[in-house]
């Protein structure tokens, strides 16, 4: 099994993409020239333009291929909606992750973002995990998340799992050691391309709480494929990065259906 826990569905605003639609069948398409079994998916309209909008889009794509994608909601806390309501609603939809993108969303991941806790809580309570990307993808032109708001954050919720992705460069060190001393966090392989960054990775804070991201269909899936399936690392650990500890996290069959087997 191979899991891509960073991909998409939707229009890309930037450039084009052929493997790019609002469907997901495109995206299957890639997921099958690459062997990747199941991709969390969250649409880019609910990034870019309405959350909401954006998470519908998303549960359309995962009902057309349900044992291919599987949905990952976003939610602003900026709006009038009640969110405690609006977050179970996703959950009885089948969402298995919430992921926060404040930059665009337009609030600070903070302790002190009342509506945000409560957002978090609720997910945790419904047996979501929580994804934090520094950035969507590895391009330096895109927005990101500071490191230090996103470690300071994750110590105020230290009894709730956090993933966080979509790292490179000087934001690895400080996510390294963090990882080290607290056990609440998983971190993800999608924008990662330092020199031996994976077998580094498996060093510091063991192969276990190592999740593979693709980013597809924005990034090449052979790129990210190649530097786990070629990392100086044992085949167990390759295996486990690449799919085993996502369907331990998520469940030992992640096809259909929700899980709380975090």
Same mark, same amino acid.
């Given at each position: 099994?191979? *899991?891509?826990?960073?991909? !998409?569905?939707?229009?890309?605003?930037?450039?084009?993409?052929?493997?790019?639609?609002? =469907?997901?069948?495109?995206? %299957? &398409?890639? +997921?099958?020239?690459?062997?990747?079994?199941? =991709?969390?998916? =969250?649409?880019? @309209?609910?990034?870019?333009?309405?959350?909401?909008?954006?998470?519908? +889009? #998303?549960?359309?794509?995962?009902?057309?291929?349900?044992?291919?994608?599987?949905?990952?909601?976003?939610?602003?806390?900026?709006?009038?909606?009640? /969110?405690?309501?609006?977050?179970?609603? @996703?959950?009885?939809?089948?969402?298995?992750?919430?992921?926060? !993108?404040?930059?665009?969303?337009? !609030?600070?991941? $903070?302790?002190?973002?009342?509506?945000?806790?409560?957002?978090?809580?609720? $997910?945790?309570?419904?047996?979501?995990? %929580?994804?934090?990307? *520094?950035?969507?993808?590895?391009?330096?032109?895109?927005?990101? %998340?500071? *490191?230090?708001?996103?470690?300071?954050?994750?110590?105020?919720?230290?009894?709730?799992?956090?993933? %966080?992705? @979509?790292?490179?460069?000087?934001? !690895?060190?400080?996510?390294?050691?963090?990882?080290?001393?607290?056990?609440?966090?998983?971190?993800? =392989?999608?924008?990662?391309?330092?020199?031996?960054?994976?077998?580094? +990775?498996?060093?510091?804070?063991?192969?276990?709480?190592?999740?593979?991201?693709?980013?597809?269909?924005?990034?090449?899936? $052979?790129?990210?494929?190649?530097?786990?399936?070629?990392?100086?690392?044992?085949?167990?650990?390759?295996?486990?990065?690449? &799919? &085993?500890?996502?369907?331990?996290?998520?469940?030992?069959?992640?096809?259909?259906? #929700?899980? /709380?087997?975090?």
């Amino acid at each position: 099994m191979v *899991v891509d826990l960073s991909g !998409y569905v939707g229009t890309w605003p930037y450039w084009q993409n052929h493997h790019a639609d609002i =469907t997901g069948d495109k995206l %299957v &398409g890639l +997921m099958n020239r690459w062997g990747i079994s199941q =991709t969390f998916i =969250t649409s880019l @309209c609910g990034i870019f333009y309405d959350d909401e909008q954006g998470n519908q +889009m #998303t549960f359309d794509a995962a009902a057309r291929h349900p044992d291919r994608l599987l949905p990952a909601v976003t939610i602003s806390t900026l709006t009038d909606r009640d /969110n405690g309501e609006y977050i179970k609603q @996703c959950a009885d939809q089948g969402a298995r992750v919430l992921r926060l !993108y404040p930059s665009y969303h337009g !609030y600070r991941l $903070s302790a002190d973002n009342a509506p945000l806790m409560k957002l978090i809580r609720d $997910s945790h309570e419904l047996g979501m995990l %929580v994804y934090i990307p *520094v950035r969507i993808i590895m391009n330096w032109g895109l927005p990101a %998340v500071p *490191v230090s708001d996103i470690l300071s954050f994750v110590s105020e919720n230290d009894d709730i799992p956090f993933i %966080v992705d @979509c790292f490179n460069a000087g934001e !690895y060190l400080p996510l390294i050691e963090f990882s080290r001393k607290n056990k609440n966090i998983y971190l993800g =392989t999608t924008a990662l391309t330092r020199y031996r960054g994976i077998e580094h +990775m498996v060093q510091a804070i063991g192969a276990d709480r190592i999740l593979a991201g693709f980013a597809a269909p924005h990034q090449y899936v $052979s790129c990210g494929l190649g530097k786990v399936k070629n990392a100086e690392i044992t085949a167990a650990e390759v295996e486990a990065i690449l &799919g &085993g500890n996502a369907a331990r996290i998520f469940g030992t069959r992640m096809e259909g259906g #929700t899980s /709380n087997a975090h």
